[in-house]
T-cell receptor, first 115, second 108 residues
């Protein structure tokens, strides 16, 4: 079974631009969560999607948004990029999510650099 | 909200045993996860504890004390490949809250 895939793996943008990252979950998994990882803040939860609906949201500004498609693939968008948005963006998929234990399988991440 | 504390760095010798601690504060408890993350790679699941006590899985064991808000990950017979960041995480509602991670360096 293929793992979680994320594209692109690396991205360089400039301040003020916007970016879209993509995540394909493990086949059969319906929950997709997004995390931002930085050296200073560690891994921080952005949001979770299930059945095309945002089910949980972290404490990030509205510039960070996402969506999920009917095939469970998910995208996240960051508008008006700031230098501080430079980070590793990780996506994790799980079967249904919402209850625990709920093992999340992480993708390799997208390394975003904002210049 | 959740508050999770782990040591930032630890160093240990190949073949030795190391214990990585994690303390947490939570309003509702739904278990505790440990993940391993090698540099430049995705976190991978190590263990999940929801009941008090020790759970052993090969060279890795995880312990939980709910009354003390405390967990540890025990790594035995350390190998060089165990050099990685170890992340403790607790659920809050439908999301997973991670500690800052403990960077473990295994020296020959």
């Amino acid at each position: 079974k293929a793992g979680v895939t994320q594209t692109p793996r690396y991205l360089i943008k400039t301040r003020g631009q916007q970016v879209t990252l993509s995540c394909s979950p493990i086949s059969g998994h319906r929950s997709v969560s997004w995390y931002q990882q930085t050296p200073g803040q560690g891994l921080q939860f952005l949001f979770e999607y299930f059945s095309e609906t945002q089910r949980n949201k972290g404490n990030f500004p509205g510039r960070f948004s996402g969506r999920q498609f009917s095939n469970s693939r998910s995208e996240m968008n960051v508008s008006t990029l700031e230098l501080g948005d430079s980070a590793l963006y990780l996506c994790a998929s799980s079967l249904v999510g919402g209850t625990w234990p709920n093992e999340q399988f992480f993708g390799p991440g997208t390394r975003l650099t904002v210049l | 909200g959740q508050n999770i504390d782990q040591p930032t760095e630890m160093t240990a010798t190949e073949g030795a045993i190391v214990q990585i601690n994690c303390t947490y504060q939570t309003s509702g408890f739904n278990g505790l996860f440990w993940y391993q993350q090698h540099a430049g790679e995705a976190p991978t699941f190590l263990s999940y504890n929801v009941l008090d006590g020790l759970e052993e899985k090969g060279r890795f064991s995880s312990f939980l004390s709910r009354s003390k808000g405390y967990s540890y990950l025990l790594l035995k017979e350390l190998q060089m490949k165990d050099s990685a960041s170890y992340l403790c995480a607790v659920p809050e509602g439908g999301k997973l809250i991670f500690g800052q991670g403990t960077e473990l360096s295994v020296k020959p």
